[in-house]
């Protein structure tokens, strides 16, 4: 019988939050690079000193703290979607406390590194159907609201907005100097999120040009570069698509443009230069 290796997991570690990982939906560890490269067997990942070290990055902890604030924003209850609001706003910040969310997931269904654990080891974890997620997601966002007491600075929030934020195009200057902070200066996420954000319906619409903080030369230079050096892998077509989108045309506007017969096309198309980042992403490594 192997002996396991002993495991420290300190309160600062961002292996507790890998039960959180293997409990999103599928479609957010498929667009997530670098969760995508983690097996669903979790000794293949806890006892191995490549995958640690992609665990115990701040890529890690970006994507995972992306994908769960997506999950639990909606459950504040605030119109909208978490981006339609600067991260100085109050609930947007409460959505990423990955170190409320991770414990309470835990105590409410016994999610976490010593259930995982018990998985056989030639067993993959499944995944789990996205409504059942989102119902125990809804279950430890009120806890945590309850438990922390906050109901009282949401009724302030609710009651009492900041002007700037809620606008459906996040054109106000405080959101987007917010997001050349926030995401861009992640690089790689922030071609990923930007290429997500093309993929969103037209009803979702809203910038989606890769910026930098101009104050920055080094990250202007490596964001850029690193964004046309995907596009130069693409066909002139998917380049044309991709450029019009982040010039903030419509997929209607698009078709009619490259002279498609409608807009599902350009849709279609778009899921395609996403998993093509996808793969150029990986190759890149």
């Known amino acids: 019988m192997t002996t396991q290796p002993f495991m420290r997991v300190t309160r600062n570690s961002n292996l507790i939050h890998l039960p959180f990982m293997y409990f999103l939906p ?52 605030f119109r909208g979607w978490k981006e339609h609001y600067s991260g100085y706003f109050p609930v947007w910040k409460l959505s990423y406390m990955l170190n409320v969310w991770s414990p309470l997931l835990e105590q409410e269904i016994d999610w976490g590194l010593q259930r995982l654990l018990m998985f056989p080891s030639s067993e993959e974890i499944p995944f789990y159907d996205t409504d059942y997620i989102k119902s125990v997601v809804k279950i430890i966002v009120k806890r945590g609201i309850e438990e922390l007491n906050l109901q009282p600075i949401l ?15 996040l054109k106000s200057n405080v959101k987007t100097d917010f997001y050349r902070r926030w995401y861009h200066t992640r690089t790689k996420v922030g071609v990923m999120t930007s290429i997500d954000d093309c993929t969103k319906g037209d009803d979702e619409d809203y910038s989606s040009t890769i910026v930098a903080d101009p104050s920055n030369m080094v990250e202007v230079i490596t964001i850029k570069d690193y964004y046309q050096s995907f596009k130069m892998q693409l066909s002139e077509n998917d380049r044309k698509i991709i450029e019009l989108r982040d010039d903030g045309y419509n997929h209607k506007e698009i078709a009619e443009k490259l002279g498609y017969k409608n807009h599902s096309g350009v849709v279609k198309r778009m899921q395609t230069i996403r998993e093509a980042f996808l793969k150029y992403e990986t190759e890149q490594q």
């Open 155 to 169: 009724d302030v929030v609710r009651e009492i907005p900041c002007y700037e934020d809620f606008e459906l195009k």
């Open 26 to 77: 599928e479609e957010h560890i498929n667009s997530s690079p670098t969760l995508l490269k983690l097996p669903r067997k979790v000794r293949e990942v806890i006892y191995n000193e490549e995958m640690m070290k992609i665990v115990n990055s701040d890529q890690f902890l970006n994507e995972i703290a992306d994908a769960v604030a997506s999950l639990t924003f909606p459950f504040f209850k």
